[in-house]
């Protein structure tokens, strides 16, 4: 019994932690001039994307809600777990982030960082989490209410929005992430610790290496060292390289369209020859 009261002390810390950060962020977002500090930069931008990708999968994903079904509403309570507050709060936040902020880019930057988040986003869970948010705004609106969340008239609508903004950018995401041969690509193409092919290649000042911003801003989370020389090194630091980058997506392009011309190639071909053995 002991272990039971203590797992539950723990939950109900976690979950008010959770929510506690998800509250300030819901709060700051609502003003449109503070918008463009949470998505000041690319580390900033991930890592809200990755937060609210994460926690809309283990709350709409169905096979997931299925897992976290915690005892009865007496349970709940005490616990104070409101996944209700929670996927309505996380779907306001996108409204914000998406219809209400007035910064073009960083909008069309965190939109980018949502669906290329591989681990957490599927366009399917975000239509769901639309279904949960249109049926709460109309059974729950009170209860919301109480719990200091107060939806507006057009949220509903604004939040269509950003699903048919989210779902359009992930069919383009799919179309561009088509596999290709990169064998011929430069080596200054390539990542300096991967040797992957770079989306957005940035030089570490200290060691002059060049590595994919994505790549070591993700190492720059666990230590801000330059992973060459253990020299100090914060995202802020990193140097673009507009010109690189330029080059790469030209490469891209043109072997994209190598696979799309094959494959329309292909296509015509099965065509031409469906024709002839149906004549």
């Given amino acids: ?117 591989s681990r957490s986003f599927t366009i399917e869970v975000y239509l769901e989490a639309q279904k949960l948010f249109n049926r709460f705004h109309q059974t729950s609106q009170h209860d919301l209410s109480s719990d200091g969340l107060d939806l507006g008239e057009k949220d509903q609508e604004k939040l269509s929005q950003v699903i048919e903004i989210i779902a359009n950018k992930s069919k383009e995401h799919e179309e561009l992430n088509i596999s290709f041969d990169d064998d011929d690509a430069p080596d200054e193409f390539r990542d300096a610790i991967m040797f992957t092919l770079m989306d957005d290649p940035v030089m570490l000042p200290s060691s002059k290496n060049v590595m994919d911003r994505g790549c070591i801003v993700r190492q720059l989370l666990t230590s801000e060292q330059d992973p060459f020389n253990r020299a100090p090194l914060k995202p802020g630091d990193l140097i673009p390289m507009p010109e690189l980058k330029a080059r790469i997506d030209e490469y891209k392009e043109r072997k994209l369209a190598e696979v799309r011309a094959a494959k329309e190639k292909e296509k015509s071909s099965k065509m031409e020859t469906d024709s002839q053995v149906g004549s």
Avoid: W
């Fill in 1 to 117: 019994t002991q272990r039971i009261t203590v797992r539950k002390d723990e939950s109900r810390f976690g979950y008010l932690s959770t929510y506690q950060k998800i509250s300030k962020i819901l709060n700051l977002t609502k003003k449109a001039d503070v918008v463009n500090v949470f998505l000041l930069n690319s580390t900033n931008t991930e890592q809200i994307a990755g937060m609210i990708n994460l926690y809309i999968n283990l709350l709409a994903d169905p096979k997931k809600r299925k897992k976290y079904v915690i005892g009865d509403k007496g349970d709940q309570k005490r616990l104070e777990f409101n996944p209700k507050l929670m996927i309505c709060s996380l779907c306001v936040i996108l409204i914000n982030l998406v219809i209400n902020n007035p910064d073009e880019e960083s909008k069309n930057k965190f939109i980018h960082e949502i669906v290329q988040d």
